[in-house]
């Protein structure tokens, strides 16, 4: 019993825990974990939470993934009336779907990229959604730290203190590490 239990609490563990989006190296990744597409989470992850404007380094970063030849789609569950604005600013496949952490809207994702769960890794700012919901699958997991304290009502208040107990608990105990250089290695 005690095993499942703890099965079931890894799967929020991510495979990779990074400052940002900026800290992967590309072209490596494709390279050496066979990466083809990316499924990218939009709040706190591309943008702080509930912001948008055109980032240079936000549009350089899409430029980069696109040039290593990796595909990306962006999953957002918060609703927003501007993710058409965004994903066509950004020249990427976008959706909303309420529904991270089903596997739902990642295989979705994984349609549109035509990408299999092996070639395909998650990227976002929450254990909760898109770490457990990409383990799941057994997606390469990539958690970042989030790009601003400010999020919705449910995440501040319920999702982010256990969010934050855990992976002070796992950084301690070695099960999780925060790789402060460029990654992969
Ligand atoms: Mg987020």
Redesign the pocket.
């Known amino acids: 019993m005690l095993h499942l239990i703890i099965n079931y609490i890894n799967l929020f563990i991510p495979d990779v825990y990074l400052k940002n989006i900026y800290s992967i190296d590309l072209a490596k990744m494709k390279e050496q974990k066979n990466i083809r597409g990316i499924i990218i989470?939009?709040?706190?992850?591309l943008f702080p939470w509930g912001k948008y404007f055109l980032d240079d380094r936000v549009l350089s970063w899409i430029k980069e993934v696109k040039q290593a030849d990796i595909k990306i789609c962006l999953v957002t569950n918060t609703h927003r009336k501007n993710i058409s604005e965004i994903g066509n600013d950004l020249g990427i496949p976008f959706f909303y779907s309420r529904y991270k952490p089903r596997r739902k809207p990642f295989r979705k994702a994984m349609k549109i990229m035509n990408t299999a769960e092996k070639e395909t890794a998650v990227i976002?700012?929450?254990i909760f959604t898109d770490v457990f919901g990409g383990n799941r699958l057994k997606l390469l997991t990539i958690l970042v730290c989030p790009l601003s304290p400010r999020d919705a009502f449910g995440t501040t208040h319920f999702s982010r203190p256990v969010e934050r107990f855990l992976i002070s608990h796992w950084l301690k105990n070695g099960k999780m590490k925060l790789i402060n250089s460029r990654w992969p290695l």
């Open positions: 989470d939009l709040d706190n992850t976002g700012d929450q």
